[in-house]
């Protein structure tokens, strides 16, 4: 079943201001990704946060975790129109030999330039 | 170091007809993921392979479809007898041998269209 929810499903702001977006999942996970994907292309690798983490940030990035709540949030600040894409976040939950990447359905950005 | 190669990008089959999708990972990288995605949905796992090995198939329908990863070459999708409901874009990643702790790096997927 799928892990991770987004929220919301679609979000469209206005180029320079900051885009908070959302994905809360079900069980216990050792890492949460979040990833990006432009129209008709392959997901992008954005940043990585264990389960003993609380916080990170990689550029214009910063993301969240609370797994009391199971929930992440991943913020860009400054949004750019090339920002505008989809945003997944994925979560891996490791068992024995098994570390698979379940993702939730997504999140459409719209940056207005 | 070329990125996670998967081909054809397009691939167009008629209802009945065997698909065969294929995905190259990073060198180096033992763990390959296939996925798949229809329109404006997200990525819906199938199945999880290490080298010579399926570790998670949980996604994958359990009749038609079938996935290795060879000791030597690609790692290989096949849908038998394809159906119309199968046209979705199939994704592959791959990862290092360090269990889930890195990120995954994507192919650009293969759009499949069965007419």
């Known amino acids: 079943s799928q892990q991770g929810e987004e929220d919301p499903q679609a979000l469209s702001i206005q180029e320079g201001e900051n885009a908070t977006m959302n994905c809360s999942y079900k069980t216990s996970i050792n890492n949460l990704q979040w990833y990006r994907q432009n129209s008709g292309r392959g997901l992008v690798h954005l940043i990585l946060i264990r389960s003993n983490e609380r916080e990170k940030h990689s550029g214009r990035l910063r993301v969240t975790l609370d797994t009391s709540k199971k929930s992440s949030s991943l913020l860009i600040t400054a949004s750019r129109a090339a920002d505008t894409a989809s945003y997944f976040c994925?979560?891996?939950?490791?068992?024995?030999?098994?570390?698979?990447?379940?993702f939730g359905k997504g999140i459409t950005l719209s940056v207005r330039p | 170091n070329a990125g996670v190669m998967q081909n054809p990008r397009h691939l167009v089959r008629r209802r009945g007809q065997e698909a065969r999708l294929r995905c190259s990972p990073m060198k180096g990288h033992s763990h390959v993921y296939w996925y798949r995605q229809l329109p404006e949905e997200g990525l819906k796992f199938m199945v999880y392979l290490q080298k010579e090995n399926i570790i998670d198939e949980s996604g994958m329908p359990k009749e038609r479809f079938s996935a290795e990863f060879p000791k030597e070459g690609p790692s290989i999708l096949r849908i038998q007898q394809v159906v119309r409901g199968d046209s979705a874009a199939y994704f592959c990643?791959?990862?290092?041998?360090?269990?889930?702790?890195?990120?995954?790096?994507f192919g650009q997927g293969t759009r499949l269209t069965v007419v």
């Open positions: 990643a791959s990862s290092p041998p360090n269990k889930g702790t890195t990120e995954a790096f």
């Open positions: 994925a979560t891996v939950f490791i068992t024995g030999a098994n570390s698979k990447l379940t």
